[in-house]
C-alpha cells in the first residue's frame, strides 16, 4: 500500500494555505514584498556651471577674492572702489562723502593708484577733491601730492593692485545668507545679507560675478553709528596702460630721503596709509 501519497498531499495542501510556492506556481501575492527603488541623483548642472565660488546657497568669498586677484594680476585692468558716508545737510537733503580709489594696472610692477574724497550732492553735482596718487614701475615707485613728485622705496609695492582688489572682495562678498540669479552670458548676481567682516550692521551687497569667478561690481550698504554707508566696486578690462600725465609732465624733485614736507609716506603691507585691515579707504590728509 502507498500510504505515503496522502500525507505528502496533505502536507502540500497545509503549506499552501500559508502562502507558500506551489509546483509550477509562483510566489504569493500575500506575502511578497513590493520593492521601492531607491532614488537616483537627478544631475542637472546647477552646481557645475555656476562660477568658482558661487553656490546656488552659499559664496566662498575666500576663492572669488582669490581669482578675482589672479585676473587683475594677469590683465590691463581699471578698478575703482567708493566709499559713501550719506550725511544730512540743512540746505541740500543729503549729500554722499567718502573717498575714491581708482586702480588701473598691465602688470604687478606697473600701476598707478589714485585717492580723491568725493562729495556727491543733490542734481547730480559731484565734487572730487585730489588727496594723492603713486605710479609704480620697475625701476622706482613715485608718488604725487598734487604739487611735488617724489621717489620712494618699492617695498611691498608689487602686486599690490591684486591685494587691494582680494581685500574687497573677500570683506564686502563675506555674508551669512546668499540668493543667485543667472544671466544670459554665463555671469551671475549674487544678492547677499549679513556681512562677516564689515564694521557695520543691516548689512546687503549685490554683486556680479563672471563665468569665470571674477567680481565684476558689487554695491554694498550697511549702517555704522547710526548712518548708512555705501561701498562700491567695479572692474574692466583696458586695451592699454598710459603713464599719469602728473608723471610725464612733472620732475622728480626728491630722492628716496627727502623730507617730510615733500614726501608721500611709503608704502606698508596694508597700502600707502589710506587701505584699512577691514578694506575701507581712509583719505591721506592734506598737509
Not at 500575500?30 to 559664496?59: I, K, Q, W, Y
Not at 545668507?177 to 544678492?191: A, D, F, K, M, Q
Given at each position: 500500500?502507498?500510504?505515503?501519497?496522502p500525507?505528502?498531499?496533505?502536507?502540500?495542501?497545509?503549506?499552501?494555505?500559508c502562502?507558500?510556492?506551489?509546483p509550477?506556481?509562483?510566489p504569493?501575492?500575500?506575502?511578497?514584498?513590493t520593492a521601492?527603488?531607491?532614488?537616483?541623483?537627478?544631475?542637472?548642472g546647477?552646481?557645475?556651471?555656476l562660477p568658482?565660488?558661487?553656490?546656488?546657497?552659499?559664496?566662498?568669498a575666500a576663492?572669488?577674492?582669490?581669482?578675482?586677484?589672479?585676473?587683475?594680476?594677469?590683465?590691463?585692468?581699471?578698478f575703482?572702489?567708493?566709499?559713501r558716508?550719506?550725511?544730512?545737510?540743512f540746505?541740500?537733503?543729503?549729500?554722499?562723502?567718502?573717498?575714491?580709489?581708482t586702480?588701473?594696472?598691465?602688470?604687478?610692477?606697473?600701476?598707478?593708484?589714485?585717492?580723491?574724497e568725493?562729495?556727491?550732492?543733490?542734481?547730480?553735482?559731484?565734487?572730487?577733491?585730489?588727496?594723492?596718487?603713486t605710479?609704480?614701475?620697475?625701476?622706482?615707485?613715485?608718488?604725487?601730492?598734487?604739487?611735488?613728485?617724489?621717489?620712494?622705496?618699492?617695498?611691498?609695492?608689487?602686486?599690490?593692485?591684486?591685494r587691494?582688489a582680494?581685500?574687497y572682495?573677500?570683506?564686502y562678498?563675506?555674508?551669512?545668507?546668499?540668493?543667485?540669479?543667472?544671466?544670459?552670458?554665463?555671469?551671475?548676481?549674487?544678492?547677499?545679507e549679513?556681512?562677516?567682516?564689515?564694521?557695520?550692521?543691516?548689512?546687503?551687497?549685490?554683486?556680479?560675478?563672471g563665468?569665470?569667478?571674477?567680481?565684476?561690481?558689487?554695491?554694498g550698504?550697511?549702517?555704522?553709528?547710526?548712518?548708512v554707508?555705501?561701498?562700491t566696486?567695479?572692474?574692466?578690462?583696458r586695451?592699454a596702460f598710459?603713464p599719469?600725465?602728473w608723471y610725464?609732465a612733472?620732475?622728480?624733485?626728491?630722492?628716496p630721503?627727502?623730507?617730510?614736507?615733500?614726501?608721500?609716506?611709503?608704502?606698508t603691507?596694508?597700502?600707502?596709509?589710506?587701505e584699512?585691515?577691514?578694506?575701507?579707504?581712509?583719505?591721506?590728509p592734506?598737509?
Amino acid at each position: 500500500m502507498h500510504r505515503g501519497a496522502p500525507l505528502c498531499l496533505f502536507v502540500l495542501l497545509a503549506l499552501a494555505g500559508c502562502g507558500a510556492v506551489l509546483p509550477g506556481g509562483g510566489p504569493s501575492a500575500a506575502t511578497t514584498p513590493t520593492a521601492t527603488p531607491a532614488p537616483v541623483p537627478v544631475d542637472d548642472g546647477e552646481t557645475r556651471t555656476l562660477p568658482p565660488g558661487v553656490g546656488p546657497e552659499r559664496v566662498d568669498a575666500a576663492r572669488l577674492a582669490e581669482v578675482t586677484a589672479r585676473s587683475v594680476r594677469g590683465e590691463t585692468i581699471r578698478f575703482q572702489f567708493d566709499q559713501r558716508e550719506a550725511r544730512p545737510e540743512f540746505s541740500l537733503g543729503t549729500v554722499y562723502v567718502g573717498p575714491r580709489l581708482t586702480v588701473e594696472a598691465v602688470a604687478a610692477d606697473r600701476y598707478t593708484v589714485r585717492v580723491e574724497e568725493v562729495n556727491e550732492r543733490g542734481g547730480g553735482l559731484s565734487i572730487e577733491t585730489f588727496e594723492n596718487a603713486t605710479y609704480v614701475t620697475p625701476d622706482g615707485t613715485y608718488r604725487y601730492d598734487g604739487e611735488n613728485v617724489t621717489v620712494a622705496g618699492a617695498e611691498d609695492a608689487y602686486g599690490r593692485p591684486s591685494r587691494l582688489a582680494a581685500t574687497y572682495v573677500e570683506t564686502y562678498l563675506d555674508v551669512e545668507t546668499v540668493e543667485v540669479r543667472r544671466l544670459g552670458n554665463g555671469s551671475v548676481v549674487v544678492e547677499g545679507e549679513g556681512g562677516q567682516a564689515v564694521n557695520g550692521t543691516d548689512y546687503s551687497v549685490r554683486a556680479v560675478v563672471g563665468p569665470d569667478g571674477v567680481v565684476r561690481s558689487f554695491e554694498g550698504i550697511y549702517t555704522r553709528d547710526g548712518r548708512v554707508q555705501f561701498a562700491t566696486f567695479s572692474l574692466s578690462p583696458r586695451d592699454a596702460f598710459q603713464p599719469p600725465e602728473w608723471y610725464r609732465a612733472a620732475t622728480v624733485t626728491a630722492s628716496p630721503t627727502a623730507t617730510a614736507a615733500t614726501a608721500v609716506p611709503a608704502t606698508t603691507a596694508t597700502g600707502d596709509g589710506n587701505e584699512n585691515a577691514n578694506g575701507t579707504v581712509t583719505p591721506t590728509p592734506t598737509p
